[in-house]
């Protein structure tokens, strides 16, 4: 598949983001306006207690993680692209950092309390075994955060329209390796609405799955509770 279509196979997947993490934080900056940072924030502050044995999945080059960490938790981040962990790795040196798949975890079932994954599961090959992969590290009564982009609606539907179709790909095209961001209009396009997306959840062996939006519609947290 392409860019274009937004899907990719696995190992372009780890190809694109390879490619992109040197302009990963700046873009991130950009498309939201600063407010990302905020979004992270209040993702841990959600589901993660002091002592908490958290999983940031999907952590690209770690800034959920590093949340989680400054809320108190013992943080393991978890990431498919080399280079983003290569980047991660700067920002704490007591997080564990490995690379790894989300659709095949390599921990112990129950392993965590708290499992949070930003901007991360849209990339995701099968989202519904991604998921029950999160139920299977995390102990019964363990909590999910899943912060993620979603579909806008709306009066400010064209507004976000506009931004993401145009504006930041081509933001990307002037960036080293950002010509990706091609990719995420038709990830967003593809990707389950927020309703849709709590059905989901709640089918993978959660309970209680619920959504808050940010930015005018543009983002989800999803939070719910391992059955």
Not at 98 to 109: I, K, S, T
Not at 115 to 121: E, K, L, R, S
Not at 180 to 205: C, K, M, N, Q, W
Request: net charge neutral; glycine share 12%; proline share 4%.
């Amino acid at each position: 598949m392409t860019l274009e279509e937004g899907t990719l196979e696995p190992e372009g997947v780890r190809t694109m983001f390879d490619r992109i993490a040197p302009v990963y934080d700046v873009m991130n900056r950009i498309m939201t306006a600063g407010l990302d940072r905020r979004w992270r924030r209040l993702t841990v502050e959600a589901v993660v207690q002091p002592g908490a044995r958290v999983l940031d999945a999907c952590c690209g080059t770690g800034d959920l993680a590093v949340a989680a960490e400054r809320e108190g938790g013992l943080v393991t981040g978890l990431d498919f692209s080399g280079e983003m962990l290569v980047r991660a790795r700067r920002k704490s040196e007591t997080i564990e950092w490995v690379q790894g798949d989300l659709l095949a975890l390599p921990f112990e079932a129950g392993s965590f309390d708290a499992a949070t994954v930003g901007f991360g599961v849209r990339n995701v090959a099968d989202l519904g075994e991604g998921l029950r992969e999160l139920r299977r590290v995390l102990r019964p009564g363990g909590r999910l955060a899943i912060l993620e982009i979603t579909q806008s609606r709306g009066l400010l539907k064209p507004f976000f329209s506009l931004w993401f179709d145009r504006i930041v790909p081509l933001l990307g095209r002037v960036l080293p390796g950002g010509k990706a961001y091609t990719y995420l209009p038709a990830s967003v396009r593809r990707f389950p609405g927020a309703e849709d997306l709590a059905v989901l959840i709640d089918e993978s062996g959660f309970e209680g799955a619920r959504f808050r939006l940010f930015g005018g519609t543009i983002v989800a947290l999803h939070t719910a509770t391992a059955r």
